[in-house]
Each structure stands twice: as C-alpha cells, then as structure tokens.
C-alpha cells in the first residue's frame, strides 16, 4: 500500500486506474486526502452511502467524485445536494459519448 499524506479532500473514484493516476498525481504535488476511496463494482456500498458519510465527516472539506456511471440517479441528486449544502463537490463524469462508454465496458 501506497501512504497517503493526510488532508481535507475525500476522493473517490469508480475506476482503481484513475484512482491510482490522481493518487500518483497528488504525491507529486504533496496534495493530502481525508479519504481516498475506489470503489470498484459497489457491491456493498456505493457512492450515495459515502457522500451521505462524507457530509457529516469533520475531517473532509471538499469531495471529488470521479464517475463512470450512475445506477440510481435520483438517489445520487438526493445524496449530492444535501452533501452540497455542507462542502463543495466536484463531479467528473466519463463516458458521455457512445465512444467513451464503449471504452468503458471493454
């Protein structure tokens, strides 16, 4: 396991790629993580459940979401407006094109 310096960012991303891209990038920069999460096929638990948690953390400031798809919109726009109302998140969201979500699931 790669250390992660402390700070008051949570992350949390749907590919462990792009995880492990963004954590290299931060090291190189000295840039700190409160959380640094990939979530992987979120069998058990998925993203509305963290930003729900992230919301009420005392060690998180902002949240970064990096998103491939989203299986219960509504439930995501519930999860992220009330986390909104706290601290700012940042959503990059991949695969907008039929090119991209190809690429995706290959």
């Not at 990096?66 to 959503?91: G, H, M, Q, T």
């Amino acid at each position: 396991p790669v250390p992660i310096q402390k700070g008051k960012l949570a992350f949390i991303s749907q590919s462990a790629a792009v995880a492990n891209t963004i954590l290299d990038w931060a090291q190189q920069r000295e840039v700190g993580f409160s959380y640094f999460i990939a979530l992987g096929d979120s069998l058990d638990i998925d993203v509305d459940d963290l930003l729900d948690f992230l919301a009420r953390d005392s060690k998180t400031s902002a949240i970064l979401l990096y998103l491939e798809n989203i299986s219960d919109a509504r439930r995501f726009l519930s999860a992220s407006r009330s986390a909104s109302r706290n601290k700012p998140i940042l959503v990059i969201k991949s695969g907008r094109s039929q090119q991209a979500q190809l690429l995706l699931n290959s």
